[in-house]
């Protein structure tokens, strides 16, 4: 029986419907039709509503109408597989990059990933790390820099879009949206974070972004440092230290 | 059939709320207010898939919130009446939960909701039959043996019936009470909307009801869809609870004594002290009814 309904659920091709809706009780087939139709459209509308809560600042780029008309798609293709909503949405950036409709806002797939993530992020447990007046003391009591491991918590992460889609939620998070000054095909580098009990966004450039990398793979500050004359150390220390990202700084 | 002790408020929370007073659903846009104001309410609601996560605001705010009040937990997504198998990664989820928020109760649905690993978000309608009785009973000793505890299961509301049912939901609820050992959540609106869209009497269903297996009580609002033919009650949960129900509500309690009940709200939220209201409203339906049952009693 489960099977037949969960086909029913999902088609609206009679033939598949016909054996749940001969079980159903009704005086006629309009009848059981429209009583087997609530339920279709308590799963549709409650897994696109769910979507939309997911993907916030994407419904509010496209619409309303537009952003439901993808997600029923996504609903179709890619029903729930667990009964944690909040996980739910895994492959949508990926369905998004190959949506026909969606082809002119080609930013749009980056946009869906970085929510996604960011969602996950605040669903994660809140890291250890050292406050901004803990990790100043750290390095203000260093004596050899060179010597200095800056371990910053794993769970923070390094992303890079060909648009500026954290600009982009950036913009739609604001009182007063301002998308004017927006450069979108411009390339976004990015590190989401915990900022307290939620994912946050921290904007980087390109070589505040190639020093976070080569931390991440190795602690060592003296081998992290780009070999490029403007980057300003001090200055993406104090960002990296404001944002609590640091889960140690010692000196080996 | 294991037997289980009723669940104990007693611990390091304050004594039981949850008996005395109406609880509401905790909800993210009330979380801020709740701890503010305190409200008087005898404990809160969660759904349990909303609070499984490893951090963030939710669980944050439960750890919160369940340090002034008692919590009561409502599973939406183990499908109890599926025919697959359960899922354990979920129910050992779930179970973590249990024992950390250490809830007045825990409930679930007689319904299923996922079916080869895909889950619907809904509460899909099982046929009562001895077979599917047979997997739901199943499925509910696992749950009880993994949560070492009784849980409450929901009487659904449902859109159609199933020619192949062979008994009544009524009987097939107490039958599943007789050999789980489970205890029961009534929830009045589900009454009041199953009967009206199968065209049945609630108080009928009321005096068949196993009431003696009753632990809970919800109160919700439904919506009319009148363009249907025929019209139907969608069990919507965004709207005030409805002068019939409060009337199913009363009788209810006059057939079986008081009993903890919720005001349950899953959209359309209105301010908090509309809930509140609510839930003052049938504070005084049970105030009004143990007067009456203590009157006649003397």
New interface residues.
Partial sequence: ???Q??QA?FSTNELEQEDLL?????HSL???T???N??RN??YV??MD?LGEIFPVCKQVVGDAFFNAMARQYVDRH????????EYGDQFSEFVSHFFAAQSLPYLASLCDLEYRLLQM?????PTHLSLSEAQQRLSQANNPDALQLLLYSQCELLSYPYAVGQLYLAHKQPQLNLKQLQLQQADHLLIA?SG??GCIYPLNALEFEFIKALKENPSLGQALPENESFDLGQTLAKLMTWEVFSDIYES | MMTFSKPQAEGKYLPSGFAQQTGISLKPCYYEQILTTRPKVGFFEIHA??Y???????R?YLEEVRSLYDITVHG????LG??DTL?LD?LE?VARLVERVQPAVFSEHLA???????????L?PV?YSEDRLQRLCEHVDQVQARLKRQILIENPST??????SAMEETDFIAELVKRTGCGLLLDVNNVDVSCF??QRNPYDYLRTFPLQAVQQIHLAGHTL?EK???A?K?DSHDQPVTSDVWQLYQHTLELMGDCPTLIERDGNFPELSVLHEEAVMADRIRALVKEAQNAAAI
């Fill in positions: 029986m489960q099977q309904f969960s659920l001969n079980d159903i009780k009704g309009a009848e059981r429209q009583r087997l609530v339920y308590n799963v409650s897994l769910a029903p729930p597989r667990s009964a944690i909503l909040s605040t669903h994660n447990a809140e915990k009990l939620y | 898939e909303n499984l996560s490893e951090g963030g605001p939710a944050h939406v997504g183990l499908s599926g025919d899922n979920h989820r299923w909701s996922t079916h080869q690993q895909h889950f619907f978000n809904d899909l046929p859109y159609f019936e199933f020619c192949s869209n199968h869809d249907a033919q025929p139907l969608i």
